[in-house]
């Protein structure tokens, strides 16, 4: 079985090489970034604090792209280009197949976080020797950023592949994972605020809507470390370790559900 699962991973690597819609993504990507010393610099007072925000926020963007793309395309392009048929008359289960495409999909992903990252910390240096800041450049704070940056569109993917696995169409992925990311991106707030004493007006009954859906919904706040590397405040390795384990444990889930669903469609 993993033979068979690295087998498709390359073949699904090689796909995703030959996309010259993420391949141009990338390389505009690559271009914003080095533009950051030149937009950093209209800051007078926060030089390197902007060029630490423009960066993490330019990889981000691109991730977030790269995982929708990947994820609402990968399943769907198969079925209705009908490769699934004749991958799946081989001796490869549905359960590999699906399984190899999130690791394709993660090791792509963690690839143009490397690149991205590498590329980021070649401006920031940049922008920091150009005008130095009374606080230091905390390296660490930026490599966890990006870790956490993964881990967290690591977990989008495999919601992408949930919903691919069960929907006919490109939108409904999609425009699923792109709801999933702006409310897991919200979720903390709406919870505190409903649970806290500006919320009591809402009723018992919307109070228990919001706790429900931020149990349900992914939390990705706890992936979000960039404050702290823009203003050079510590993060303690515990809430590094506690956001890897909750992205492990709820992408295994995603993914136990998608083949679950994926083992009971009907193909064409």
């Known amino acids: 079985m993993f033979s068979l699962i690295m087998a498709l991973v390359i073949n699904n690597l090689r796909a ?7 391949l141009a993504v990338l390389a505009v990507a690559l271009v914003m970034i080095l533009l950051v010393p030149v937009l950093s610099s209209f800051s007078m007072r926060q030089v390197q604090e902007l060029a630490i925000t423009l960066s993490l926020s330019t990889v981000s963007g691109v991730l977030l792209v790269v995982t929708l793309l990947l994820g609402s395309l990968s399943i769907w392009r198969d079925v209705e280009y ?13 359960m590999t197949f699906l399984l190899g495409k999130f690791i394709s999909i993660s090791i792509f992903l963690l690839l143009c976080t490397f690149v991205l990252g590498v590329g ?12 130095p800041s009374d606080i230091p450049i905390q390296w660490t704070n930026i490599f966890f950023v990006l870790l956490g940056d993964f881990l967290k569109y690591m977990l989008l993917a495999g919601f992408s592949l949930l919903l691919s696995s069960v929907g006919t169409s490109f939108y409904l992925p999609f425009f699923g994972t792109s709801v999933v990311y702006f409310c ?4 903390q707030e709406v919870f505190e605020y409903a649970t806290g004493e500006f919320g009591q007006g809402l009723g018992v009954l919307t109070i228990k809507a919001v706790t429900m859906a931020y149990y349900l919904v992914p939390n990705l706040a706890v992936f979000d470390f960039q404050v702290a590397a823009v203003y050079g405040l510590d993060i303690a390795p515990a809430d590094v370790l506690v956001a890897a384990l909750y992205a492990v444990v709820y992408t295994a889930i995603l993914l136990g559900l998608a083949v679950f669903a994926f083992n009971r469609r009907q193909l064409p």
């Not at 995703?16 to 993420?22: F, G, N, Q």
């Not at 980021?120 to 005008?131: E, K, N, R, W």
Request: charged content about 15%; cysteine-free; aromatic content about 6%.
């Open 82 to 94: 009908r490769y699934t048929t004749s991958i799946l008359t081989l001796p490869v289960s549905r």
């Open 184 to 187: 897991g991106n919200a979720s």
């Open 120 to 131: 980021s910390s070649v401006v920031i240096s940049l922008s920091a020797a150009t005008y």
């Open 16 to 22: 995703i090489m030959r996309d010259r819609v993420l």
